[in-house]
């Protein structure tokens, strides 16, 4: 499976109502200083993976990730409708399967939040999802 | 438990309560199913939460220590005792320009809020238990940030971590204390 930023990172490019593209607005783990609008996806403690009913053989067992995601921009309104719109996407999906791993439900864990103004005066919020996902079947 | 609002500046926003929803639903849900959860029995949680952040890893980020000296907890009777005897030690921070008596202001306006709050029902049993720097917010959900090395090693999210993964031990904690646990 890959990391749950990486495919959180898909789901978000998938959605191209989002605007949001890998390397151009789009980051994962670390926060570039350009360009002035991002989107920050990082990989957060999460809770401990099943140990019952198989859940010691890596393919069977579910795992609890948790991802932050944090965007960056402008003008205060704007990084919230985008950030807003990140979490309306994101919340509640479940049954999904994304690079050989099946997300079963997705939901946001802390709604919106700002979180500063950074040393160049952006603004930036934060929003934080739980994850519930294991191997894939399908891909094995 | 709830964490009482941090206080606005330029750079921190007052952002109040945020996040511990998820992780604090199934343990009040639980909590509230005990016929009369103590009060004794929830200043307890809240006093092995406080070793907990300061004990195993990821503790409280530290620089000057205003963070981790900020920690509080109240209770029907005003503000508890702090187990670490750490709470209202505050120092000046010169590098952000912060005296010890400005956190010692927001620790009061904090701490009275938080009494009011566990006050508020004499028949409801409610402990409050939170940070009262302006900054805790911030720190606690800036991945990525640097901290003084320390060990066990500091990191964000450590208030969070500390009750997630002691939810069955809070649970115990309180049920053992309380008159009539649930059977």
């Given at each position: 499976?890959?990391?749950p930023?990486?495919?959180?990172?898909?789901?978000?490019?998938?959605e191209?109502?989002?605007?949001?593209?890998?390397?151009?607005?789009?980051?994962?783990?670390?926060?570039?200083?350009?360009?002035k609008?991002?989107?920050?996806i990082?990989?957060?403690?999460?809770?401990?993976?099943?140990?019952?009913?198989?859940?010691?053989?890596?393919?069977?067992?579910?795992?609890?990730?948790?991802?932050?995601?944090?965007v960056?921009?402008?003008?205060?309104?704007?990084?919230?409708?985008l950030?807003?719109?990140?979490?309306?996407?994101?919340?509640?999906?479940?049954q999904?399967?994304?690079?050989?791993?099946?997300?079963?439900?997705?939901?946001?864990?802390s709604?919106?939040?700002?979180?500063?103004?950074?040393?160049?005066?952006?603004?930036?919020?934060?929003?934080n999802?739980?994850?519930?996902?294991?191997?894939?079947?399908?891909?094995? | 438990?709830?964490?009482?609002r941090?206080?606005?500046t330029?750079?921190?926003?007052?952002?109040n309560?945020?996040?511990?929803?998820?992780?604090?639903?199934?343990?009040?849900?639980?909590?509230?199913?005990?016929?009369?959860?103590?009060?004794?029995?929830?200043?307890?949680?809240?006093?092995?939460?406080?070793?907990?952040?300061?004990?195993?890893?990821?503790?409280?980020?530290?620089?000057?220590?205003?963070?981790?000296?900020?920690?509080?907890?109240?209770?029907?009777?005003g503000?508890?005792?702090?187990?670490?005897?750490?709470?209202?030690?505050?120092?000046?921070?010169?590098?952000?320009?912060?005296?010890a008596?400005?956190?010692?202001?927001w620790?009061?306006?904090?701490?009275?809020?938080?009494?009011?709050?566990?006050?508020?029902?004499?028949?409801?049993?409610?402990?409050?238990?939170?940070?009262?720097?302006?900054?805790?917010?911030?720190?606690?959900?800036?991945?990525?940030?640097?901290?003084?090395?320390?060990?066990?090693?500091?990191?964000?999210?450590?208030?969070?971590?500390?009750?997630?993964?002691?939810?069955?031990?809070?649970?115990?904690?309180?049920?053992?204390?309380?008159?009539?646990?649930?059977?």
């Open positions: 499976m890959n990391m930023s990486e495919d959180i990172r898909d789901m978000l490019e998938a191209s109502s989002l605007g949001l593209i890998f390397a151009t607005n789009l980051f994962i783990g670390t926060e570039p200083t350009k360009p609008e991002t989107v920050t990082f990989d957060t403690y999460g809770r401990p993976p099943q140990l019952t009913l198989g859940g010691k053989e890596e393919d069977s067992g579910y795992y609890y990730p948790s991802v932050q995601i944090r960056r921009g402008i003008e205060q309104r704007t990084v919230w409708e950030i807003n719109d990140i979490m309306l996407s994101l919340h509640g999906r479940g999904e399967t994304w690079n050989g791993a099946l997300y079963t439900v997705i939901y946001c864990s709604g919106p939040a700002l979180l500063d103004w950074d040393d160049n005066g952006l603004v930036r919020f934060i929003v999802f739980n994850l519930q996902r294991r191997e894939s079947l399908d891909s094995a | 438990m709830k964490r009482p941090s206080f606005y330029k750079r921190y926003p007052n952002t309560v945020q996040g511990f929803e998820a992780v604090m639903l199934n343990l009040n849900t639980t909590i509230a199913k005990m016929k009369i959860a103590s009060e004794r029995g929830l200043l307890e949680a809240a006093y092995f939460i406080r070793h907990e952040t300061e004990e195993k890893a990821d503790t409280t980020p530290l620089d000057y220590g205003n963070l981790r000296a900020s920690w509080f907890t109240t209770w029907s009777k503000v508890a005792k702090d187990p670490l005897r750490l709470s209202g030690r505050f120092k000046n921070n010169k590098r952000k320009k912060l005296t008596s400005q956190f010692q202001t620790h009061t306006q904090a701490t009275a809020e938080a009494s009011g709050m566990s006050a508020a029902n004499p028949r409801k049993a409610t402990v409050v238990m939170g940070y009262s720097a302006n900054y805790a917010m911030w720190v606690h959900e800036m991945i990525g940030a640097e901290y003084t090395p320390r060990g066990p090693a500091a990191g964000p999210k450590w208030f969070e971590k500390a009750i997630d993964r002691n939810r069955g031990k809070l649970i115990e904690i309180i049920r053992q204390t309380s008159k009539s646990p649930i059977k």
